[in-house]
């Protein structure tokens, strides 16, 4: 990801941190920098940032940017061609990777405990995708009649024990 995706991608997400459920425009950014850092950057220097008119940042606007964004500093260089977040192993090769992904997947939702437990418990049942076919069908009942269902199985279960 080059400087410029990764500037209007930090503006989607601190949109939607912010409650607006849309990016920050550039000017919310240059205004809310000025407002909580007392720092200005003007409208310009982010759209050319964007437009890869600038592909570098000074130190100085590297770490207003990265304060502002609570990104570490070294986030706002663009990556070299080829790079690639994901880990590549040969390790699961043969293995499943879907319920690799889940388990991996899960531990990204440390502070939403039941998502999860949810993720984790799906990377270790026999075979997630047949679940996924079923959570599928599941959604396209009403949240009311699904927990109807749920209710009506918890009883049965709740009578067998």
Not at 44 to 54: F, G, M, P, T, V
Not at 72 to 95: K, Q
Not at 98 to 119: D, G, I, K, R
């Amino acid at each position: 990801m080059d400087l410029a995706e990764k500037m209007k991608h930090l503006r989607a997400v601190e949109g939607d941190l912010r409650g607006l459920n849309r990016p920050m425009t550039q000017v919310e950014v240059v205004t809310a920098m000025q407002h909580e850092l007392g720092v200005k950057v003007s409208q310009a220097y982010i759209s050319q940032l964007e437009r890869s008119k600038r592909l570098h940042l000074t130190a100085s606007s590297r770490d207003v940017l990265s304060r502002f964004f609570k990104v570490h500093p070294s986030y706002l260089i663009s990556d070299p061609l080829g790079y690639s977040t994901d880990l590549v192993s040969d390790m699961d090769a043969d293995g499943d990777r879907l319920a690799t992904w889940l388990a991996a997947s899960s531990q990204e939702w440390y502070a939403e405990p039941e998502v999860q437990a949810f993720f984790q418990r799906l990377a270790n049942v026999e075979d997630p995708r047949r679940y996924f076919t079923l959570f599928g069908r599941l959604m396209s009942l009403s949240k009311e009649e699904l927990e109807s269902v749920v209710d009506a199985l918890t009883n049965i279960s709740a009578d067998t024990d």
